[in-house]
Nanobody
Framework: QVQLVESGGGLVQAGGSLKLSCAAS????????SGWYRQAPGKQRELVAA?????STNYADSAKGRFTISRDKVTVYLQMNSLKPEDTAVYYC?????????WGQGTQVTVSS
């Protein structure tokens, strides 16, 4: 059983930065794909950024140039710069381990204009 715990969300003004962290219960991130989704009120959950087991990264168009995903053995990070009000959402991390996708509980990010 893998447990993921996000942190780092909060309220920030437009143009500001936040760094989200997702800590796992074991050293899983070096060998398993992981990433971040977000869900805004009334909208579907969407992929923001992903990192493969080999370290390749993939970003939503809305995140390119502003967000950076990174990881170490036990934590995956999402550095978010130049935040916009439309980035307001609950952000969820995930990890794909042995064919199962595990999710964190989510962390709220609110960007004020």
């Amino acid at each position: 059983q893998v447990q993921l715990v996000e942190s780092g969300g909060g309220l920030v003004q437009a143009g500001g930065s936040l760094k989200l962290s997702c800590a796992a219960s074991g050293s899983i991130f070096r060998v398993n794909p992981s990433g971040w989704y977000r869900q805004a009120p009334g909208k579907q959950r969407e992929l923001v950024a992903a990192i493969s087991s080999g370290g390749s990264t993939n970003y939503a168009d809305s995140a390119k140039g502003r967000f950076t995903i990174s990881r170490d053995k036990v934590t995956v990070y999402l550095q978010m710069n130049s935040l916009k009000p439309e980035d307001t959402a609950v952000y969820y991390c995930y990890a794909d381990v042995l064919g199962h996708r595990y999710w964190g509980q989510g962390t709220q990010v609110t960007v004020s204009s």
